[in-house]
């Protein structure tokens, strides 16, 4: 037992772990600790592949957030640790906030939206670790978890010991995630990450906007939302390969790299041609015409000519069969080099009739289109709903809400909102007691001193 292999079975054996069919370096580990989650219904078990599976979440704002949240709803159980009197920072975040309506007076007028948008199947503790107590909280849930997830500044949490060499010396199987802006190294890694910026600083604002225009943000935070789910995709890659090792692992995720893998074939163009890039296109395309958004009558739609046969298609529908033979449009190519003057044929075309007249033509011609909707009309969308994705839910502060609800269907499971957002602190009792067997008197200490909320 003196290799480090044996050393680290050791410590293993030493904290609950125990070897799976025949010796450990041939079966791998469990945790035992990690299996004595609350009992869940065993058909609940059957269907989520992370039932079983607990996750400390000490992250806010988005990028982490939506990553937990995407764990959590594949079943595990998620610990959201939040500022006693704050929460999280997104829940000040308001208007648009669901309005309290249980006659409790809270220091918030309702739950921010933002806040709702991305921590449902998630339990709230409310806890300060500026202190040795709250520090020793956390060690202890820790000892009790699979994953923790983290987005602070690389190397602020090792002043409260409760950074990765820490934590997984407590915990060998932890798998410790942290989400920053820049990553752990490189000469960036000091600074504050925010999803705007990183746009920015990676290409895709400078690709964003109209072709004569200036450079734009993408509608939602685009980059924190890769970066969730990223880290999402790599937590479940290393809670796989613990199967084998009972080991846990340290997942660097950072906005900028995953920003730069998200250019795709952008980026490649650029590596492939050594150019510089062809800028802004709005909502056209670089390389294919017709392929692109459209004035109608009354709003716009998006149609795509985006091969010959489709392009003679919409020709056909817009009752200008002539442009399938015209000279300049013949090709691709073609259509390409005189995109400005076949644009404008279209959309000249396009206004004569309204955008719901338009879908009618369309409907059935195998042709690419689309209307251009704003938020509402995605929300009470009729495909949106018949693949259920609003899922209505009872909060227990805002009574009835509507939610967006887990977007990826399996055949034998069923990811969906068992829980909504908590209230601040709404699980600290629960947590302390059923976790780390704090009794009553020990619980109203600890709020007494400000530790927990």
């Given amino acids: 037992m003196n290799s480090p292999f044996g050393l680290c079975c050791a410590r293993l054996a030493t904290r609950g772990w125990r070897p799976v069919g025949g010796s450990a370096a041939a079966r791998g580990w469990t945790r035992g600790i990690a299996r004595a989650a609350p009992a869940v219904d065993k058909k609940l078990v059957e269907k989520l592949p992370l039932a079983g599976i607990r996750v400390l979440d000490m992250t806010r704002v988005l990028a982490g957030p939506y990553c937990t949240q995407i764990l959590g709803d594949l079943g595990a159980e998620i610990i959201k640790i ?26 918030f007028p309702g739950e921010s939206a933002y806040y709702l948008s991305v921590n449902r199947n998630k339990k709230s503790l409310g806890l300060s670790f500026n202190n040795p107590t709250g ?42 995630a942290s989400v920053t ?13 925010y999803d705007v910026m990183v746009e920015a600083e990676m290409g895709l604002m400078h690709i964003t906007g109209e072709r004569d225009g200036p450079p734009v943000k993408v509608g939602v935070a685009v980059t924190d939302l890769t970066t969730g789910m990223y880290t999402a995709i790599g937590t479940l890659a290393a809670l796989y390969s613990r199967r084998d090792t009972g080991l846990g692992q340290w997942i660097d995720a950072s906005l900028s790299d995953c920003q730069v893998a998200s250019l795709a074939n952008i980026a490649s163009s650029g590596l492939v041609s050594g150019k510089k890039d062809s800028g802004r296109w709005g909502t056209a395309h670089a390389s294919v015409v017709p392929y692109r958004a459209y004035k109608t009558g009354d709003t716009n739609i998006a149609v795509g000519g985006c091969n010959d046969k489709l392009y003679g298609i919409l020709c056909d529908k817009l009752g200008a069969p002539e442009w399938k033979t015209d000279a300049r449009f013949v090709t691709n190519a073609l259509r390409v080099q005189n995109r400005d003057t076949l644009d404008r044929l279209v959309e000249d075309r396009l206004k004569t009739k309204t955008t719901a007249e338009w879908l009618a033509v369309f409907d059935g011609s195998g042709m690419p289109y689309a209307a251009v909707n704003d938020i ?65 008197e020990g619980i109203r200490g600890l709020r007494e001193g400000g530790t927990v909320a």
Wanted: aromatic letters at 6%.
């Fill in 135 to 176: 520090i020793d909280i956390i060690h202890k849930l820790v000892q009790k978890c699979d994953v923790l997830v983290e987005n602070y500044l690389p190397g602020s949490l090792a002043k409260y010991s409760l950074d990765y060499a820490t934590l997984s010396a407590l915990n060998p199987s932890l798998i410790y």
């Fill in 376 to 440: 509402q009309g995605t929300l009470n969308h009729e495909h949106v709903l018949a693949r259920n994705m609003i899922e209505n839910i009872t909060h227990p502060a805002c009574g009835p809400m509507k939610l967006v609800n887990h977007p990826v269907k399996y055949s034998r499971a069923e990811p969906k909102i068992r829980s909504p957002p908590p209230l601040l602190g709404q699980h600290t009792d629960e947590v302390l007691r059923e976790l780390l067997d704090y009794d009553e």
């Fill in 181 to 193: 802006g820049y990553g752990q190294t490189g000469p960036y890694s000091n600074r504050a990450g």
């Fill in 82 to 107: 939040e500022h006693p009197t704050r929460g999280d920072d997104t829940r000040s975040w308001g208007p648009p906030d669901a309005p309290y309506i249980d006659g409790v007076e809270r220091q």
